[in-house]
């Protein structure tokens, strides 16, 4: 079946620096992929919708200038975090859809800022 | 804008018991509804969706789930828990003209033995 391959699996960075998180479909290609963020025991909160060759839509609320997001192939999108801040510590979750058959999820980001 | 609630929390139940999840969205079009399990430090895998058809929707592991649009439900159910089941459920809906998911708060199930 469609996978997406995350990475790194885990990050720890000191507050004040950038990290990069990438998301991989590796069996197909995706035009749209979806970043989420997910807080200790809670629901998975949709960040942004990463667009193929222009700009992600962001939710509201989320800020564009902290969450940089950039998806320059059919295979790959990254997630920046810039300057980073503790409150920025969070489980990041990469999504695509192959198909109309339904989602695929990668295995996570968990993001701990000294 | 769309939601999703998950009005049961943290769900305790021994095995054998029977599951009901309860799920509801607010949105009046064209709706595409899922069921996804997360198990403790995994990542999320498809339970069940929901696209047209039969409401009554069977999925992995003897879950089921019932799209009721009057009602704006689709909750999950199985007859008979197993302690493998104890997980973190999510619903989350994809509105028709759109291919964002929106996931409702989740629920904590434990099974106990």
């Known amino acids: 079946g469609a996978v997406v391959s995350q990475h790194p699996s885990w990050v720890i960075c000191k507050s004040g620096t950038s990290v990069k998180i990438e998301c991989r479909s590796l069996d197909f290609q995706a035009t749209t992929m979806f970043w989420y963020r997910q807080f200790p025991k809670q629901s998975l909160m949709l960040m942004a919708t990463s667009n193929e060759g222009s700009k992600a839509t962001y939710e509201q609320g989320v800020e564009k200038d902290k969450f940089l997001i950039n998806h320059a192939s059919l295979t790959l999108s990254t997630l920046t975090v810039t300057s980073a801040h503790p409150e920025d510590s969070s489980f990041y979750i990469c999504?695509?859809?192959?198909?109309?058959?339904?989602?695929?999820f990668g295995s996570g980001t968990r993001l701990t800022v000294v | 804008a769309q939601s999703v609630s998950q009005h049961n929390h943290h769900v305790i139940l021994s095995e054998a018991a029977s599951l009901e999840l309860g799920c509801n969205y607010s949105?009046?079009?064209?709706?595409?509804l899922f069921w996804y399990v997360q198990y403790p430090g995994q990542h999320l895998q498809l339970l069940l969706k929901y696209f047209s058809g039969d409401p009554l929707v069977k999925g992995i592991k003897g879950f089921e789930a019932e799209f009721i649009k009057s009602k704006f439900s689709f909750n999950l159910r199985k007859p008979s828990v197993q302690w493998s089941d104890t997980a973190e459920y999510f619903c989350?809906?994809?509105?028709?003209?759109?291919?964002?998911?929106?996931f409702g708060t989740g629920t904590r199930l434990q099974v106990f033995p």
């Open positions: 999504s695509a859809l192959p198909d109309r058959g339904g989602y695929t």
């Open positions: 989350a809906v994809n509105v028709g003209n759109t291919d964002k998911l929106i």
């Open positions: 949105y009046g079009g064209t709706v595409n």
